[in-house]
């Protein structure tokens, strides 16, 4: 049956329904009543059931009509749909864009950009998904995303093309109850020892390499929001961006710790902006990308580019920013990293 039905039935049914009679579609579509008669008989007659109630002076939907009304509006906007990503195609835009995004990008101008993205490009099929350390990087090689927003660890992948976006500021942090909070002292690495370090890591690559680990007892996480929770409730120490936890040390939920020698950068982290080297971004990657720099442009942060917003670090300076970063001539392919 399916193979006999077609959008122009759907289109007449659907006509009908926001018309209200058969006469009105006509004068709608430009066609004589009889050939809507004649569209509305040739589709009861192939799905068997009846539309529309005739037994008075209008015709009026039956159950079953009103039901696949709205099935008939689905379909026309999915055709519709379909169509606008045809043209789109034909004039240069990808058939879709697929997203990966590192747990510690931070979220509101990735927001602000998605948003102005789909503004732009209204038709063109966005996926998105949050990955655990290390994930935005697989999902790039395997082809399943076309632009990630990940960190790069410990330096950029020979076949991976990057852009630096900003820095995230990470802030060592515990809860007011833990043994750490009450110190009243710069926190040596003998103090953190003993204590449970919460570390994010890479779920497909748990021996991979380690990156500011200083305790020997290792709780690792893939979700942050989850590692938040349970640095809330006392369970053990870690750095945190600096702009996920400035409100919980205001309130005094977090205390903030000073390491004694940290060898994290006092630039933060970069977040970068990253592509296969071998597949070019297409029109809407591209203008997203331009479109995040742009918003985060207006950062006041220092350096080459922006801090994370919220509250920034009192030891960001232009040293360890240029630090932090990664020439491209020392790219190498690094193993997955972990990162407290």
Not at 32 to 38: G, L
Not at 179 to 204: I, K
Request: charged share 20%.
């Amino acid at each position: 049956m399916l193979s006999n039905l077609t959008l122009d039935q759907l289109r007449v049914l659907v006509t009908i329904a926001d018309t209200g009679s058969f006469s009105a579609a006509g004068r709608e579509l430009r066609r004589a009543q009889s050939a809507i008669s004649q569209a509305v008989a040739t589709l009861e007659n192939l799905q068997g059931v009846l539309l529309f109630d005739r037994s008075g002076h209008r015709p009026r939907l039956t159950e079953i009509g009103r039901v696949l009304v709205e099935q008939a509006r689905l379909v026309l906007a999915s055709a519709t749909r379909f169509e606008a990503v045809a043209a789109s195609t034909r004039a240069g835009l990808e058939p879709e864009l697929a997203l990966a995004i590192d747990p510690l990008v931070p979220t509101a101008p990735l927001i602000d950009s998605i948003r102005a993205l789909s503004g732009t490009f209204p038709d063109l099929p966005v996926s998105f998904s949050t990955e655990g350390l290390g994930g935005a990087v697989r999902r790039l090689r395997n082809g399943s995303a076309a632009l990630g927003i990940c960190l790069l660890l410990p330096t950029i992948p020979e076949d991976i093309a990057a852009s630096p976006l900003l820095r995230i500021g990470l802030q060592a942090v515990v809860a007011p109850t833990h043994p750490l909070a009450t110190l009243g002292r710069p926190v040596t690495r003998g103090d953190l020892e003993p204590h449970v370090q919460l570390v994010l890591s890479d779920p497909m690559d748990a021996g991979g390499a380690n990156y500011g680990l200083l305790s020997s007892r290792l709780w690792r996480f893939v979700d942050l929001g989850r590692r938040l929770d349970f640095l809330l409730a006392g369970f053990g120490w870690c750095r945190m961006p600096e702009h996920l936890v400035a409100g919980s040390i205001a309130a005094g939920h977090l205390v903030p710790l000073q390491l004694d020698d940290d060898s994290t950068p006092a630039g933060g982290l970069t977040i970068y902006a990253a592509h296969r080297r071998d597949r070019v971004l297409g029109v809407a990657g591209r203008w997203l990308l331009d479109e995040l720099k742009r918003r985060l442009s207006s950062d006041s942060g220092p350096g080459p580019y922006p801090s994370a917003p919220g509250r920034q670090s009192s030891q960001v300076v232009d040293r360890a920013s240029a630090a932090s970063r990664v020439a491209p001539t020392t790219r190498k392919v690094p193993r997955k990293p972990s990162t407290s």
